[in-house]
């Protein structure tokens, strides 16, 4: 894969995610819909599916631009760097860090894409640092560099913010980079360079590989 296409492939669900979330805010905002409509109830069966919609909905312009930020820069560094385990990750801490919520949050209805974003800063981070490899750990540096300030935001602060949302997802994250440690995230070069091929997972005694052909080396 060209340099171009890993970085459109790292942009692409991130900025397709994105998209939706700006349409639906809009929808509602045109509407004059309460979006708490689609917002994680804590323990309440009308809250759950929340539990998938709540990041698409947002308090204000200014909640939803903060999370956009955040959200694609984050979510490109997952794609680009991690790209063999990126969509796992992505979704899984997306359900986790919902169903987390749901279970323990506070009563109240809770809204807006930081959980997933916190998920996503403290996966990197500590990834880079399970992992042991200095390109990853430079990731981990940018992401403290940017986001530091992001673990004050999961203890109570009083006000409408959801610092539940944050705290789990922050503990998908880590639990994701934990989990996942050990999972190839690239591509392996072939030793003519013509494709490239990645142990993908076993079963029952047998191994499955990933191989992807490289336009670079592919002639007619």
Do not use: C
Not at 35 to 43: E, K, N, T, W
Not at 106 to 118: E, L, P, T
Not at 154 to 174: C, D, K, R, T
Request: aromatic share 16%.
């Amino acid at each position: 894969m060209t340099e171009k296409r890993k970085i459109i492939h790292a942009l692409y669900l991130p900025l397709l995610v994105l998209l939706t979330m700006w349409v639906t805010y809009l929808s509602f905002w045109m509407l004059g819909t309460d979006m708490s409509l689609i917002g994680v109830a804590p323990q309440q069966i009308q809250g759950i599916p929340g539990i998938l919609l709540s990041p698409f909905a947002h308090g204000s312009w200014s909640h939803l631009v903060s999370n956009s930020v955040s959200f694609i820069i984050l979510g490109t560094l997952l794609f680009y760097f991690y790209r063999l385990v990126a969509y796992r990750v992505f979704f899984i801490n997306w359900l986790l860090s919902g169903i987390l919520l749901w279970l323990g949050g506070r009563d109240s209805i809770h809204i807006g894409a930081s959980g997933i974003v916190y998920g996503l800063a403290f996966f990197i981070f500590f990834s880079g640092v399970f992992r042991h490899d200095k390109r990853l750990a430079a990731v981990s540096m940018i992401v403290v560099l940017l986001y530091g300030g992001m673990v004050w935001g999961m203890v109570p602060q009083g006000g409408n913010i959801s610092w539940e949302g944050h705290l789990y997802g922050a503990f998908s994250g880590i639990s994701l980079a934990w989990y996942y440690r050990k999972n190839p995230i690239d591509f392996v070069p072939t030793e003519d360079g013509s494709s490239v091929s990645v142990t993908w997972g076993r079963f029952n005694g047998f191994e499955y590989h990933y191989v992807e052909e490289n336009e670079d080396k592919i002639t007619d």
